[in-house]
């Protein structure tokens, strides 16, 4: 996708790309013992829901990130924090459009459902099609339509806030200059490792350790007795009839069916509508080569040679098989009419005048049930053998509350109650993290409800438990001996970066004083003032450092930290920005930033509404939300 994003076709796809309906966030299985989280008004976010929107929302990004979605990463994103802003902000936009009057019809409930692409049949809405995509999302028909209702409800008040957001000329113009200037840095570093006599006296320790003590504090640790119900081990107890095979495929047909799709080429000669001379000669030369091409001329050849479509044109003009509803109506009316090695007339759309060839068709067919048959009978069976394994997981938390063991209960379902050792965040240990991550929330004697870590369902029993707590010095003294010197050799490291940038900023000659200093001046070479120079990490910091030098002023404020070292920079040259290229993308970025400001004009709405629900003491958090989810 990256590597093809300015191909029509990836914008036209991404264009077409609609929310169906978020089924996550809207069912959980059965979860008993839902507690309280957070009150806003008089609604009040249950445990339960903020956990089953934590869970799809870390599925969606492990679907993204696979294994390089670590533990640390999913913390470093904040990501439970922000499935409960989400709940929050909703809550709070239906409690707003509700004060304001605002009322979405029956009718605006039922057009939006019948428009919705998941629930037609041929270009039209289908009951049945609707009935079944509930059906297997385990949603009751007035359920979803009174989320479709809210949602649309959200829409009408988020049109109403961001109908005044405007971007002027002036704006768009800094945006794209932003992002498309060049410049050319000559650049030196210190390193504060580099700083190598620094001394300490114990007053300084002791001092540095009482300002730090957090820094040094010895983690929470618990020791763990638990059950995993792994619905695999309950396959042999369930069966599956052939009413059930017959009837899940009977009610998910299009699960086994393949639309038809064809295989096409294309080239592409771009026009803009509102350059009609422009247009003109565009069409012209597309006929051209769209005779060179009905002669018999190699189009995969002609493609290479001619079109203008970059995502494709290196590939003989190859798009691939399509279905339909993946490129625009023009396009795709003109590609399932023709026959295997037809070329299409010139076709125009919103992105110039296309000629096609299709390579191949594939007509719509549907497996037969004999083909999937053993296919629905695992997917059934693993489905009631995953009920059994959740079903069992919450009579273990039943009894276990009562016996406060998990013994009594594994004892007689001859169950195996496993244990770790204490441990803390940052020990390593064979546990599912977000098995891990629950078991830190606990407290001595805690019994957990059924946990989820991906199929396996679990209970958690905290045996011991040791709260964090502030150390001595004496306990730590190494490490605050080596914090204190890293402190001490930054100090310097900056000191010095602070004196040299003086002297440039006073005249001093740039390679001369870093001679003299026995540093080493990089030359970056030309980049996008937008983003950071070549071998260096971005940062806020030096993207504003970046975005302020000028000729005129071609030093930072300070040194940059960046990289654990600080970086003192020099503007040397500046290329500017092709105003041809910028007039041909301008509408482009002014939609670009439109969205940008209006994000930012919903946020901070929203947090103005929440900060007015603390002050009216209408909003309470009812447990830490770590710690609940």
């Known amino acids: 996708m990256r590597k093809h994003a300015q191909s029509w076709m990836i914008k036209a796809a991404l264009g077409a790309i609609v929310v169906v309906f978020i089924f996550w966030g809207i069912w959980a299985p059965r979860e008993g013992h839902q507690r309280e989280l957070l009150k806003i008004g008089n609604y009040i976010i249950t445990v339960a829901e903020a956990r089953n929107y934590y869970q799809n929302m870390l599925d969606r990004y492990q679907s993204t990130y696979g294994e390089r979605l670590t533990e640390e990463m999913a913390k470093k994103l904040n990501l439970k924090e922000r499935a409960v802003k989400e709940l929050v902000n909703r809550v709070l936009l239906l409690q707003e459009a509700r004060q304001l009057g605002l009322k979405v019809t029956e009718e605006e409930v039922e057009a939006s459902i019948h428009s919705n692409p998941a629930f037609q049949k041929n270009g039209l809405f289908d009951k049945a099609t609707y009935v079944r995509a509930l059906q297997r999302a385990r949603l009751a028909t007035k359920d979803f339509e009174a989320n479709q209702k809210e949602m649309l409800l959200i829409h009408k008040l988020q049109g109403l806030i961001l109908t005044s957001v405007k971007v002027s000329d002036q704006e768009v113009a800094e945006v794209y200059r932003q992002g498309f200037e060049k410049i050319n840095l000559d650049m030196i570093s210190l390193n504060p490792t580099d700083f190598r006599h620094v001394s300490m006296t114990p007053e300084e320790l002791k001092d540095y350790f009482s300002k730090h003590k957090d820094q040094f504090k010895i983690p929470a640790r618990v020791k763990i007795r638990y059950l995993l119900f792994h619905p695999q081990d309950y396959l042999k107890q369930v069966s599956v009839s052939a009413k059930e095979i017959e009837d899940y495929y009977e009610n998910n047909k299009e699960k086994f069916s393949q639309p038809k799709q064809v295989k096409v080429r294309h080239i592409l000669i771009k026009a803009d509508p509102r350059d009609k001379e422009g247009t003109e000669k565009a069409r012209q030369r597309a006929e051209s080569i769209r005779e060179e091409a009905a002669k018999g001329k190699d189009f995969a050849q002609l493609a290479k040679q001619k079109s203008e479509d970059a995502g494709t044109k290196d590939r003989g003009g190859e798009i691939g098989f399509i279905s339909k509803g993946m490129v625009v109506p023009e396009f795709e009316q003109a590609a399932f009419s023709m026959k295997a090695g037809e070329i299409s007339g010139v076709i125009q759309t919103q992105f110039g005048f296309h000629i096609l060839k299709v390579d191949e068709v594939r007509e719509a067919s549907t497996q037969p049930l004999e083909k999937v048959k053993g296919q629905v009978e695992t997917l059934l069976k693993t489905r009631k053998a995953r009920g059994i394994a959740y079903d069992l997981a919450d009579q273990a938390f039943d009894q276990a509350s009562k016996d406060k063991t998990l013994d009594k209960f594994a ?40 946990l989820r870590a991906g199929e396996t369902f679990a209970v958690l029993h905290a045996v011991e438990k040791q709260e964090p707590r502030t150390p001595e010095l004496k306990e730590v003294e190494g490490r605050v001996k080596e914090a204190l010197r890293k402190e001490k050799q930054k100090e310097k490291a900056l000191a010095k970066g602070k004196e040299i940038l003086e002297k440039l900023k006073k005249g001093a000659d740039f390679k001369r004083l870093a001679s003299q200093e026995g540093l080493k001046v990089e030359e970056t070479g030309f980049f996008p003032r937008a983003s950071a120079p070549p071998k260096v990490s971005a940062s806020e910091d030096l993207r504003k450092a970046l975005a302020a030098l000028s000729l005129k002023n071609p030093y930072p404020e300070a040194p940059i930290f960046q990289d654990e070292k600080y970086l003192i920079l020099h503007l040397k040259e500046v290329k500017g920005i092709d105003s041809e290229q910028f007039k041909s993308q301008k509408e482009n970025f002014r939609r670009g930033l439109l969205m940008q400001k209006q994000q930012a004009v919903l946020v901070n709405w929203l947090e103005n509404l929440l900060e007015q629900a603390k002050a009216r003491g209408d909003y309470k958090e009812l447990q830490p939300v770590n710690e609940a989810i």
């Open 411 to 450: 004892g007689e379902k001859k169950l195996t109650v496993k244990e770790t050792p204490l441990f803390s965040a940052e020990d390593k240990i064979d546990l599912d993290p977000k098995l891990k991550a629950s078991a830190l929330s606990m407290g001595k004697g805690d019994i957990t409800p059924t």
